[in-house]
């Protein structure tokens, strides 16, 4: 049905409304049209038709895909007029999401085909135009369901989040980089939740997240991970809102470890500075 808006031009003679989809609240742009590209006559048969992907995306792919559904079930609306993605948004939202659904057994839609988009006048990247504070990234957080027993991360939490994701150092966030922290802590939650939610006490124990820091490939000794313990639990465990911090703080550290040794010149002997210490030393 991509053929019912052509070249950016309402063959319906629709006029903009703003988005009501909640997947799509808070992109670069808060206005809509109908019928949208695959022929949806409403926003809410929208949501219906993409509900499919509100997991998977959120938990799977990367932020790519949920851009590109946006611009083709809520596709951007200027001046009553369509704003259609380009074959090439498409091209790589599929290319970096294909492959993983593949493995729950899902095929790529075929009303997503990609030589179904136009290649000229057209969307190739989102804007990036909205800049998201950490007020405001809690807050869509909060209004996502990113919340445990209806406790949500606390403002220092979301500090780090913002911190791990701000790639070009802005303090703020823009709209790809906060779909890519979305991502992360879909991933941490559903981690806790399946793990640590549901017994007698919702909390982690230390033996437990001794096992959680190993399977995210955090080196630590002894030393170190009581110090961080000491930092993060209280009352015998950590809750969501900790366990959350504590694995972010142990990211950031870890990146930026390596972008150190990115940085060093080739010729240059590395010291036995290793990860492990750096860690420590960063801790401690």
Known sequence: ?????????????SICEPITIPMCQGVSYNQTIV??????????????????????????CSADIQLFLCRVYAPECVEDQVQRP??????????????????????????????????????????????????????KLNAGGYTVRGKSLTMKTAHMLLVLMDADKTGNLDVVEFFKLEHYVAVIRREYVENYEGRTQSAVTKTQMKKAIASHD?????????ALWFEYSSHGGIDYDSYVAAL???????????????NLSCDCRVASFSFKQFMKSAII
């Open 218 to 226: 955090f080196n630590l000794d002894e030393e170190t991970f009581r």
């Open 86 to 139: 380009c074959r090439s948004f498409c091209e790589k939202a599929r290319r970096n999401c294909e492959g993983l659904i593949s493995n729950f057994g899902v095929s790529w839609p075929n009303e997503l085909q990609c030589d179904a988009f136009p290649q000229e006048m057209c969307i190739s990247e989102d804007n990036r135009k909205e800049m998201l504070r950490v007020e405001d990234v809690l807050s």
């Open 1 to 13: 049905m991509l053929h019912l808006i052509k070249y950016g031009v309402s063959s319906s003679g």
């Open 35 to 60: 019928p949208n590209l695959l022929g949806h006559t409403s926003q809410r048969e929208a949501v219906m038709k993409m509900s499919f992907f509100n997991s998977i995306v959120q938990t799977v």
């Open 248 to 262: 972010t703080k142990l990211k950031i550290l870890k990146d930026r470890f390596q972008a150190h040794l990115l």
